[in-house]
């Protein structure tokens, strides 16, 4: 084998994750030190193959983002505005189903929709929003809002997190966003999220989720204030939520974008750095099947190569995208569907379009594709709320 040419550290770490052992905080932390990158990703892609074979997935969906307007001041975040801000939007309801009318017609399965803590907008501008856009079509999959948002709603509503979830659910949420989960070392966020929720909030609502019977994906941004060391232990938060929920269906590493924000950093996230910290979650996180290489922070070229790093999905076609370029992406607002097939192709993987919960799809399970759809939308006509 490969690995024989190697350390006996090495080989012993090889052995350990092919027979199913779990790694520790501290052989993580040793992978991420460690200087061969090519070893590191070796072993990564090995332990991707065992999960999903040869496949790599992407999803047709399209970004929403209905305001950015927010009550909090994190100082890594590019997007956010205050109501005095001349560059703040809020989309009414008529606006967003229009977007999604669009999206529909290009064939999208799943609209991503989150945005700023709204210091005016009412609870029902939500639960109208979910319904609007569920009665477009039946097997349109809603991915909306962020923990934090959800613990906005509750306070918006007056209710428990736990009956806030289910009248979403209700009204047609299909799974939870990962994002804001950022670092969860309360060091880290108090330096560069103060005032936002805590690590344990974070993960009590996608617990809560979880149990009512919910999916999500979850996320950690990288490479500005942290440590290696709150990196795995962030890690090992998320493992063990999943060890006991089993209710996430992805994890997705963001590569913080350093510009216009109020966290300056000295050395942004590299192409090494970002290669290492897929191929280590992917070995540490061993009750995770999928590992998403997010195009739009990483750019196409860098999330193709990511793909021999452990990673096994390229994340979507997006559309519109405004918070990553807000914070000085460089990349593509969207890429077309034929481009992620490309780049997978390319790679040396079998391109395999899938839904929000990176299950396969076919063609025929296409909104967009049914013969009636046109015909049978329904002509939703909500109130707007500016």
């Known amino acids: 084998m490969w690995f024989a040419r190697r350390s006996a550290e090495w080989q012993r770490l090889w052995e350990k994750v092919e027979s199913g052992g779990r790694l520790t905080e501290a052989e993580a932390l040793a992978l991420w030190r460690d200087g061969d990158l090519h070893a590191l990703g070796r072993l990564a892609d090995e332990a991707r193959a065992r999960k999903v074979g040869n496949r790599a997935t992407y999803i047709v969906n399209r970004y929403i983002n209905y305001s950015n307007y927010c009550i909090l001041s994190c100082r890594f975040c590019s997007f956010a505005r205050k109501k005095r801000d001349a560059d703040g939007f809020e989309l009414s309801l008529e606006q967003i189903v229009a977007k999604a009318r669009e999206a529909l017609a290009l064939g999208v399965t799943e ?63 299909d799974s939870l966003t990962g994002g804001g989960a950022e670092i969860f070392d309360p060091g880290v966020r108090q330096a560069i999220a103060r005032g936002k929720e805590s690590a344990e909030e974070w ?3 996608h617990r809560i989720w979880h149990r009512l019977g919910g999916k999500s994906t979850c996320t950690m941004l990288y490479g500005h204030v942290e440590s290696l060391e709150h990196r795995v232990d962030h890690l090992r938060r998320l493992r063990d939520l999943q060890d006991e929920t089993h209710g996430f269906v992805g994890f997705i590493p963001l590569p913080y974008q350093p510009d216009h924000n109020d966290l300056p950093v000295d050395h942004p996230p590299t192409a090494n750095d970002t290669l290492r910290t897929i191929a280590v979650s992917r070995l ?24 021999h790093y452990g990673a096994d999905d390229l994340h979507g076609t997006i559309v519109e995208e405004h918070i990553f370029h807000m914070a000085g992406a460089r990349t593509p607002q969207q890429l077309p569907e034929a481009e992620l097939i ?41 109130t707007a709320t500016t």
């Not at 540490?284 to 793909?307: C, E, R, S």
Request: net charge neutral; hydrophobic share 45%.
């Open 203 to 205: 993960l009590e609502v």
């Open 111 to 173: 609209l991503h929709i989150v945005g700023g803590l709204h210091p005016s907008l009412p609870f029902a501008y939500y639960t109208e929003m979910l319904r609007a856009l569920k009665a477009l079509h039946p097997g349109l999959q809603l991915k909306c809002f962020t923990a934090i948002e959800v613990l906005h709603l509750a306070w918006l509503a007056r209710k428990s997190v736990q009956d806030t979830l289910v009248e979403l659910r209700d009204a047609g949420l």
């Open 342 to 382: 490309r780049l997978i192709r390319d790679a040396g993987r079998v391109p395999v379009r899938r839904n929000t919960f990176y299950e396969p799809i076919s063609p025929a399970e296409d909104p967009a594709s049914s013969a009636s759809f046109r015909a049978n939308t329904p002509a939703v006509q909500p």
């Open 284 to 307: 540490y996180l061993d009750n995770f099947d999928h590992i998403t290489a997010y195009w739009v922070g990483l750019g196409p070229k860098l999330a193709q190569l990511a793909l």
